[in-house]
């Protein structure tokens, strides 16, 4: 079974033919999980210089020809805004940024929100969990930032 991503253009001024539709993206699910939990959908539509912008909840960008109706999948994800870098703790900030594992892993925003708090280890200080994107490989980890000691650990 596949979960799909569709944009359909109508005519203008109310009227309700159907001028064209297009598939833009698609996911497979699996049949032995719950099907609304691997839905993707479409988060962002933007328009530029004859071309649509998709972008999946995932962060995929679609460039989409609006003459020809080509469908080209970028392969690299959306920036986060400046805005959705701010709201990340000054401890990840820290951590990812000057701390070694900066040089090797980019935070990744795929899901929101994009970092879980909580006191993981059982000391008593609040720790911070957050999906990154290792450059080397391109796979996804999580980081735990020890919240006593700043200390990172990639799973």
Do not use: C, H
């Not at 020809?68 to 392969?75: E, L, R, Y």
């Not at 709201?87 to 990840?92: G, N």
């Not at 925003?109 to 990154?132: T, W």
Request: charged share 25%.
């Amino acid at each position: 079974m596949m979960a799909a991503a569709a944009i359909s253009r109508r005519g203008v001024w109310g009227l309700t033919k159907k001028l064209w539709e297009l598939t833009i993206f698609t996911n497979p699910v699996d049949p032995n999980l719950e099907a609304d939990v691997q839905w993707v959908f479409i988060k962002a539509l933007n328009i530029r210089d004859g071309r649509f912008t998709v972008t999946s909840e995932r962060g995929k960008n679609y460039q989409v020809d609006i003459d020809t109706k080509a469908i080209t999948p970028s392969d690299s994800l959306s920036s986060p805004s400046p805005g959705v870098i701010r709201d990340v703790p000054d401890a990840v900030k820290k951590a990812l940024t000057n701390a070694p594992p900066g040089k090797e892993y980019d935070l990744s925003f795929r899901i929101m929100p994009s970092y879980l708090e909580g006191d993981f280890n059982g000391d008593g200080k609040m720790d911070v969990a957050v999906l990154v994107n290792e450059r080397s490989t391109g796979k996804l980890g999580i980081a735990i930032i020890r919240g006593a000691t700043g200390k990172v650990t990639i799973l």
